[in-house]
């Protein structure tokens, strides 16, 4: 039989040496471990992170560790400027070469929008011209309308042009729903009912009709805080057909608007309101207005409907010593002599007015000489308009007793379109003429005329003639269409030019 094999474990252990076992090892022998490898760390290849993401982490780090308190309600976190803007503005702050003038692109186009183009009458500039020409424009085509848009545009343009509007003339101003009435008259469905003009009046609380409103004028004084002067007319120009006496004169709303105005403005210094039917009323709520107006000088109201209730009222005003109205006109109004003899009071007490033009009213006789009477003790007058007030041989007294006394008051003097060579008056003056020595003695072959109409021409040439001819100061006398002769006015008119010569 053969011999029982070892186990190869157990023949692979080296017998041991010197020392003998003196048990036998049962447990399986270890088998001999070679040395570990050496492992290289491999990197796994990283993408790189782009622009966007790396500013997109740094912006989520401080959002993520950012506490936002819900109570806290002025937090905001604020825009950052576009470098467009930046850019600009430093540009904008280093720029040193010299601008280019802007008036010759102004005139280009205020030559292509408007027709007429006076630059003189807007202080030279060709930019005042435009803005003005073009809020003029604009108010004018202005139709007010209760909640309407067009209102928001007005505001607009306003802000646009405020800088340099210094001076407005608004030929006309549009009533409420003027284009509404016009338009159904074109359609015929209401040609009936535009006979009368309560047909289109509002109706107020009492029932009665009542003029429909204008443009607010406040609105407009509210954006442009440098108009000083103001010539407007509540009328309509060029209606055609449409015409209808509401689309003339001013409401009292529309007085109202004005007298509001007039209270809190300081800057306006030339008003002037035209043709807009302004009567008694009106004047009185004006003059009011007026008497708490600490910078108006120039006040014009001609053309209206002004009574001697009117003129007191006015009167009132200039003898405030606290107006500064140094220039009143009235022409065209319906002063009578009650109003005359108030306004010739009011020059008694008056330190500052320097013009007063109160043509085409109904002064008379009475309220001539009144005026007249005043200016010897008036010592600021120097331009007197009473030219076609049916002024007679009294005024021609007055007038030639005040100009003897050779004051400064008045230099211009206007007495045209008045009957001073009529009546039995004038041959009184006639009479009552004496002519001193050494005194220009007129044209001597009228001089001696005494009889029928002739003399009474004479009468009133000679006695201005010798009034004029003891005066150094007047140096404007009209006397046109008067009944005074023809010589006479010639003899007159070169003493005038003598004094004109000599100041």
């Not at 003898?319 to 006109?329: A, F, V």
């Not at 320097?354 to 005026?371: E, H, T, Y």
Request: charge should be negative; proline fraction near 5%; aromatic fraction near 6%.
């Amino acid at each position: 039989m053969p011999e029982p094999v070892a186990n190869q474990s157990s023949a692979a252990v080296p017998p041991a040496t010197g020392v003998e076992k003196s048990t036998i090892d049962l447990a399986p022998p270890v088998a001999e471990q070679a040395a570990p490898a050496v492992t290289l760390p491999v990197s796994t290849p990283q993408p790189v992170p782009t622009l966007y993401e790396s500013v997109k982490h740094q912006q989520e780090a401080p959002v993520a560790q950012r506490r936002v308190l819900a109570e806290d309600l002025q937090w905001n976190l604020s825009p950052v400027k576009k470098l467009s803007d930046l850019c600009i503005n430093v540009l904008v702050s280093r720029f040193e070469a010299p601008l280019v003038p802007d008036e010759e692109y102004w005139q280009r186009k205020s030559v292509v929008t408007f027709k007429l183009c006076n630059v003189r009458d807007h202080g030279g500039s060709w930019k005042r011209l435009f803005f003005e020409s073009n809020v003029q424009k604009i108010l004018e085509d202005f139709v007010p309308q209760y909640g309407g848009e067009q209102e928001m545009d007005l505001m607009t343009q306003l802000d646009l042009g405020a800088p340099y509007i210094n001076k407005l003339q608004v030929r006309q101003l549009r009533p409420t729903d003027y284009d509404a009435r016009k338009t159904e008259k074109e359609g015929g469905t209401g040609a009936g009912s535009l006979h009368g003009r309560s047909s289109h009046k509002f109706t107020s609380g009492n029932g009665d009709g009542v003029h429909p409103d204008h443009l607010n004028l406040g609105m407009v004084f509210s954006k442009l805080k440098n108009l000083e002067e103001l010539d407007i007319c509540y009328s309509v120009r060029d209606c055609g057909i449409e015409f209808q006496w509401e689309y003339f004169g001013m409401t009292m709303n529309d007085c109202v608007y004005l007298s509001d105005v007039l209270k809190s403005n300081r800057v306006l210094r030339s008003l002037t309101v035209a043709a807009s039917g302004i009567d008694d009323d009106r004047c009185h709520l004006i003059a009011n207005a007026l008497m708490e107006n600490r910078t108006l000088k120039n006040l014009d109201l001609s053309h209206n409907l002004i009574g001697d209730a009117g003129a007191r009222a006015i009167a009132t005003v200039f003898t405030n010593p606290s107006s500064p109205l140094t220039h009143i006109t009235l022409a065209n109004n319906k002063i009578g002599q009650t109003g005359g003899t108030f306004l010739a009071t009011a020059l008694l007490r008056n330190p500052k007015l320097v013009q007063l033009s109160l043509r085409m009213n109904f002064l008379g006789d009475k309220g001539g000489s009144a005026i007249f009477t005043a200016l010897r003790e008036n010592t600021t007058l120097q331009q007197l308009d009473l030219s076609c007030n049916q002024l007679g041989p009294t005024t021609v007294a007055a007038m030639c007793t005040t100009l003897k006394l050779n004051t400064r008051v008045p230099a211009s003097l206007d007495m045209s379109c008045n009957k001073l060579g009529h009546g039995d008056v004038a041959k009184d003056l006639l009479r009552s003429t004496t002519v001193e020595a050494g005194k220009p003695q007129g044209p001597p072959k009228l001089a001696a005329v005494e009889d029928g109409r002739e003399a009474s021409e004479d009468a009133a040439g000679k006695a201005i003639f010798d009034a004029v001819s003891q005066n150094k100061y007047l140096t404007h006398l009209d006397l046109r269409m008067t009944g005074v002769s023809q010589e006479f006015q010639q003899a007159i008119q070169g003493i005038v030019n003598e004094n004109k010569s000599g100041l």
